[in-house]
């Protein structure tokens, strides 16, 4: 089974064998999705050249055998894909694991209360419906609040990065946005302020397809050792997905905590 639409955009590599005797196996595949201003294919280059090496497997394009997917490709494929088997995942410094919320900015908008009552006029912004910052997590408290985003607002628009949602209320296009904090607050835009801030948001942890050709419990144990064997991977998948930060290690994911995330039916 594919992880279907988790990763309609596959970007997947390939691994040659270690040795021209080595026996010919199936490859195993590490994969993505693609990002605008983001080289995801070469994000995930050192982590499918370390599984290979620790391994001693090829690793090549096919049916997504390892997973590096944002939160909601995460929790998409623990839903609906039953061999999903959650990795570790990069340990995000405290103080950056922090700023990783969701803010709701508008212009002309001074409270919560005040979106309430002019919703109905306001254009409202989102990332995309697959971002947990900029989609599916301000929209899940927009629906808690009583505002349905497809059927409260005037209209709503998926900008395609976060610096797009908040560069449309800037510039007039729309009156409410949402995005990720950090973005935010790296501009502060003047006549722009925040209606609602979210708690941090976890990251999504690595995903291994569980099959008897994929040993996922030693993909998950040479992960907790790549900082050590090779830090290329996690430099590489910094590179990628600024929501890691400085990490420079993986740990077990908190499942549990992962698991309060609340992710819509498409």
């Known amino acids: 089974m594919r992880f279907r639409s988790v990763l309609a955009l596959l970007l997947a590599l390939t691994v040659l064998p270690t040795s021209a005797k080595e026996e010919v ?11 605008p201003e983001r080289d995801r294919a070469a994000a995930i280059q050192p982590l499918a050249d370390y599984l290979a090496k620790r391994g001693r497997h090829p690793v090549q394009a096919g049916q997504v055998d390892v997973a590096v997917p944002n939160l909601h490709g995460y929790l998409q ?6 061999q999903a088997t959650t990795l570790p995942v990069p340990q995000v410094p405290a103080a950056q694991a922090d700023r990783y919320r969701t803010v709701i900015v508008a212009r ?11 919703a109905g006029q306001l254009r409202l912004a989102l990332v995309g419906r697959d971002s947990a910052s900029g989609g599916f997590v301000p929209t899940q408290y927009l629906r808690s609040q009583g505002l349905d985003p497809e059927k409260a607002f005037a209209s709503v628009a998926y900008a395609g990065s976060h610096a797009a949602a908040l560069q449309a209320v800037v510039e007039g296009h729309a009156d409410v946005a949402a995005l990720a904090g950090d973005v935010y607050a790296a501009a502060r835009p003047d006549d ?11 990251p ?3 995903l291994c397809r569980a099959t008897t050709e994929v040993p996922c419990q030693a993909i998950a144990a040479w992960l907790l050792e790549a900082h050590r064997e090779d830090p290329s ?11 890691f930060g400085d990490a420079t290690v993986f740990v077990p994911a908190d499942v549990a905590r992962l698991s309060e995330v609340a992710l819509p039916r498409d």
């Open 25 to 35: 196996r199936k490859p195993w595949v590490v994969a993505t999705y693609a990002y």
């Open 77 to 82: 494929a623990r839903r609906d894909v039953p």
């Open 108 to 118: 002309d908008v001074a409270s919560l209360a005040a979106l309430k009552t002019q």
């Open 192 to 202: 722009v302020n925040v209606l609602w801030r979210s708690d941090p948001i976890p």
């Open 204 to 206: 999504g942890p690595l």
């Open 233 to 243: 991977v996690m430099a590489a998948l910094r590179a990628g997905w600024p929501e």
